[in-house]
């Protein structure tokens, strides 16, 4: 079992930024990878940007340049750096853990970007 709790997120103006924060505990040493996801109302959640065990790091195309994933293994903890935010960066994000028999996810953060 992989517990995930997030924090941060908000609102923010066109232009700003924003960080979150995502700490996982129990089952740590089963996960491969932790990331981030979002969605918005009536749409299927899409990946962010996640980050393996190994330190690969991956971005969706409509993130590059604005948001860094980085991690505190000392914590056990991933963050979320979002500048730059647009209005269509608006939605709930969720953190993400994967292990071999499947995902965990957090609760969900809202982020909303006024234009």
């Known amino acids: 079992q992989v517990q995930l709790v997030e924090s941060g997120g908000g609102l923010v103006q066109s232009g700003g930024s924003l960080r979150l924060s995502c700490a996982a505990s129990?089952?740590?040493?089963?996960?491969?990878?932790m990331g981030w996801y979002r969605q918005v109302p009536g749409k299927e959640r899409e990946f962010v940007a996640t980050v393996t065990s190994s330190g690969r790091i991956i971005y969706a195309d409509s993130v590059k340049g604005r948001f860094t994933i980085f991690g505190d293994n000392a914590k056990n903890t991933i963050l979320l750096r979002m500048n730059n935010l647009k209005p269509e960066d608006t939605a709930v994000y969720y953190c993400n853990a994967a292990i071999a028999s499947g995902d965990y996810w957090g609760q969900g953060t809202q982020v909303t970007v006024s234009s």
């Open positions: 129990g089952s740590i040493f089963s996960i491969n990878s």
